[in-house]
């Protein structure tokens, strides 16, 4: 079976309520969305009300995401979301394990495992984020660090909920304002790997399993990465913030998809 090439961003920490759905409805009626493609987007939970009501029943046509959740259903977790939360608002997708989230709150494999399975187990999406730092790199270690995260995040996750599953490989030192653009050569034997620790962990059914590369994309470099074999979407952080950049780079990116374009 031939997996889906997928294409979404995360907005942050950006972005009204008002102009996340202004995005969405902006979005929604100028892409054309190819056959077996995805699209998502991922406004901050504040947004999230708003786009839902713009996009209407569920399972909406552009993919509607969190950048966040909590593990446990209810409870005395002051500021956090549950996976029911998520799903009462119609959402079809988590995102989890963001460089940044990894970074400036901390978050571990280990908790990114607990969140992984309850938003699994609830049947929400889940986009799981991995990537290398600069320092981590220097020492050579990429290729463990991110097998670390994808064996850890994905622990004892069930076989058919695969289906349900997404990684993105993000190299930390190629993300954001600050990042250094990776070369599809640096991108290649981590998705490769990626891709060997997915069969490892669930079979045939490893293989199924989309992976998305992120960092410093944009129309003129996305068909370099959608070209390798291992690589099945895009995952955009500042191209994509404006309509017009998000059609161009998902556009550009399918051209380059497989060399198919
Ligand atoms: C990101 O922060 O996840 C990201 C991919 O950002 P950018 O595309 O802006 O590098």
Known sequence: MARPFLFGT??????????????????????????????????????????TEVAGQPPHRIWVGAQNVHWAPEGAYTGEISVRMLLALGLDLVLLGHAERRQYFHETDVELNR??????EGGLRVLLAVGETAEERSFDVGREIVLRQLKI?????????TELLQIAYEPVWSIGAGGTP????????????IRSGLEALFGERGNQVP???????????????????????????RAAWSVEGFIATYEAGIRGWHGDG
């Open 211 to 237: 992976i998305l590369y992120g960092g410093s994309v944009d129309p003129v470099n996305a068909g370099t990465f959608t070209a390798l074999p291992d690589i099945d979407g895009l995952f955009v952080g």
């Open 153 to 161: 995040g994905l622990h004892e996750v069930r076989a058919e909920h």
């Open 115 to 120: 969140k992984a399975q309850s938003a699994l």
């Open 10 to 51: 995360n907005f942050k920490m950006n972005q009204t309520p008002a102009a996340s759905a202004a995005f969405y409805q902006q979005l929604a009626a100028s892409v054309q969305i190819r056959p077996g493609t995805g699209l998502f987007v991922i406004p901050p939970f504040t947004s999230l009300g708003a786009v």
């Open 182 to 193: 990776a070369h599809p050569e640096d991108v290649s034997p981590m998705a490769e790997a």
